[in-house]
C-alpha cells in the first residue's frame, strides 16, 4: 500500500481508509472474481509513505507536491493509519517516513486501485 496524505486530510480520513482497505473485495476466488476482501484472507499489508503521489504535474516540467501535507502532519497520520490497521489483527510491515528507499513491487495480476479518502464525500452514482 502506498500512502500520500494530503494537506487536507485528518483522522476521518486515516479511519475510512483503514476500512475501505481492510473490506474491499480484492481478492479473487477460484473464479478469478474479486469475492474476498483483506480481512477474509488475512492479508499481509505493507505501508510505505509516498508523498509523491500528490505530485501535480499540470505545468511546465517540474512537478510540485504543494498539495502534500508537511511531513509533520503527514507523519502522524501516517502512524495512525500503520496502528488502526494492526487493530484489525492483519499482521502490517512499513516502510521508514521521509526515508529514501527502494522498493519492489510485484503486482499479481491486472489490477491496480486508487482508494482516495476525499472520495468519502461524494455521492455515489
Known sequence: MLLGIAQTDD??????LVEKITNLRIFSDKEARFQ???????????VVS????YAN???????D??????PEIAEKLYELVTLMLEETGLRISTGQFRAHMQ????NDGPVTLMVDSSD????RH
Not at 509516498?50 to 503521489?53: N, S
Not at 507536491?65 to 508537511?70: D, H, K, T, V
Open 50 to 53: 509516498q508523498f509523491t503521489l
Open 11 to 16: 483522522e476521518t480520513h486515516a479511519q475510512y
Open 120 to 123: 468519502q464525500r461524494s455521492p
Open 57 to 63: 504535474t499540470r505545468r511546465g516540467r517540474r512537478p
Open 36 to 46: 474476498y476482501s483483506a480481512l477474509e484472507v488475512n492479508a499481509e499489508i505493507l
Open 65 to 70: 507536491f504543494l498539495e502534500a501535507a508537511q
Open 103 to 106: 522498493v519492489t513491487l510485484t
